[in-house]
């Protein structure tokens, strides 16, 4: 983003790995980037973008409670693979700068209809811009089973479809109808 042009960059993640990372790799690249460590909006709370890029955890996991401390909060996405992408859907208007844009990426095995849908309820303009089928990553094959006991996928399969999802504010700040 800085290199194609931003004005200024702004990263939030919750895991302290990623914010060091993310810090290094701009220092080593010499890209600004204002980085942040918090939950989801927090750390910008107040604050509109026109672009939002995310890629949230979304792989559906044992149960709902979500770690804070381990690895795994990288890609537990709650037992459905929503908990933390109904959020950001919930609240991406919040932040979006009049015809701001959100890209989402995530998995259609926890329901890309639903995040249109809540999108749209939340008063964007959501639309599915790229979809590509992929073989499962090594988190998903472990949980095969499961993902095919609560019907999440069908019997035998291992790849998955993802989606780059758009979700555009209105540009006077209308909701969209």
Same mark, same amino acid.
């Given at each position: 983003?800085?290199?194609?042009?931003?004005?200024?960059?702004?990263?939030?993640? &919750?895991?302290?790995?990623?914010? $060091?990372?993310?810090?290094?790799?701009?220092?080593? !690249?010499?890209?600004?980037?204002?980085?942040?460590? %918090?939950? &989801?909006?927090?750390? @910008?709370? =107040?604050?509109?973008?026109?672009?939002?890029?995310?890629?949230?955890?979304?792989?559906? /996991?044992?149960?709902?409670?979500?770690?804070?401390?381990?690895?795994?909060?990288?890609?537990? =996405? %709650?037992?459905?693979?929503?908990? @933390?992408?109904?959020?950001? #859907?919930?609240?991406?208007?919040?932040?979006? $700068?009049? %015809?701001?844009?959100?890209?989402? @990426? !995530?998995?259609?095995?926890?329901?890309?209809?639903?995040?249109? #849908?809540?999108?749209?309820?939340? =008063?964007?303009?959501?639309?599915?811009?790229?979809?590509?089928? +992929?073989?499962?990553?090594?988190?998903?094959?472990?949980? $095969? /089973?499961?993902? *095919?006991?609560?019907?999440?996928? *069908?019997?035998?399969?291992?790849? *998955?479809?993802?989606?780059? +999802?758009?979700?555009?504010?209105?540009?006077?700040?209308?909701?969209? !109808?």
């Amino acid at each position: 983003s800085a290199r194609a042009g931003a004005a200024s960059v702004t990263a939030v993640d &919750l895991s302290l790995r990623s914010i $060091a990372a993310t810090w290094i790799n701009c220092r080593i !690249h010499r890209v600004r980037c204002k980085v942040h460590r %918090g939950d &989801l909006f927090a750390p @910008v709370a =107040g604050q509109r973008f026109d672009l939002i890029l995310a890629n949230p955890p979304y792989v559906p /996991a044992a149960t709902d409670a979500l770690s804070r401390h381990a690895i795994s909060r990288c890609w537990d =996405g %709650g037992v459905d693979g929503r908990a @933390v992408l109904d959020r950001l #859907c919930a609240g991406a208007a919040g932040l979006l $700068a009049p %015809g701001g844009m959100m890209l989402v @990426v !995530h998995s259609t095995v926890c329901d890309d209809t639903v995040t249109l #849908c809540r999108l749209t309820d939340a =008063g964007l303009h959501a639309t599915v811009l790229a979809r590509c089928t +992929i073989p499962f990553g090594p988190v998903m094959r472990l949980r $095969a /089973a499961m993902l *095919e006991t609560r019907g999440l996928i *069908e019997p035998g399969q291992r790849d *998955e479809d993802l989606v780059v +999802i758009a979700a555009r504010a209105p540009a006077g700040g209308q909701r969209v !109808h």
